[in-house]
């Protein structure tokens, strides 16, 4: 790996060869596209939790059927984000809260961003965001309510992800390894 290489990870229950930036959800942290992390363990407990969740899915649909969870790494030279539209978030504050709600409550994209690289709104924070959004800490969008939805985050402990809104910028992701977890 050269001195701008770093390595990233997609926890996923698809089996895949190329990265389509359109298949993602929408309303999201930072929109539909595609989503990677450089920490390993959230890349592979997403993948576990959307296992679960796809297992839960087919249940209450009377299907019964295996569901493969699966870890994929990428190699990203970052030296290449130069020539994109690339946003940074350097931590979980106000403008991140605001992005994330914005996305989170859009189908259509709310921004032009190839790559928005920020923390990761995870479990704890998605439900802290739901009562956020509910009104639960005040009106959304004032500046009490965010500072409480903050406050019960811990954002120094948000990991950071990478998010690939161009398909033109997720092929700068050179896939290494995958592995079908159990």
Request: charged share 30%.
């Amino acid at each position: 790996m050269g001195e701008n290489t770093i390595t990233l990870y997609h926890g996923t229950n698809h089996d895949f060869t190329k990265i389509d930036v359109t298949r993602g959800k929408p309303f999201k942290d930072f929109g539909q596209g595609f989503y990677t992390t450089q920490n390993r363990e959230s890349a592979f407990n997403m993948a576990l939790r959307n296992r679960d969740i796809e297992l839960r899915r087919l249940k209450r649909r009377g299907i019964t059927r295996d569901v493969t969870p699966w870890l994929y790494t990428f190699e990203l030279d970052e030296g290449r984000l130069e020539s994109f539209n690339v946003k940074r978030f350097a931590t979980a504050d106000k403008e991140w809260v605001r992005f994330v709600v914005l996305n989170r409550t859009n189908e259509t994209p709310q921004h032009s961003y190839d790559i928005v690289i920020g923390a990761t709104a995870d479990d704890v924070t998605s439900r802290t965001a739901q009562l956020y959004m509910a009104g639960e800490y005040g009106d959304v969008g004032s500046e009490e309510a965010i500072d409480f939805f903050l406050s019960r985050i811990h954002p120094e402990r948000l990991p950071r992800q990478f998010y690939f809104g161009s398909q033109r910028a997720a092929d700068l992701l050179v896939p290494k390894e995958r592995w079908m977890l159990q």
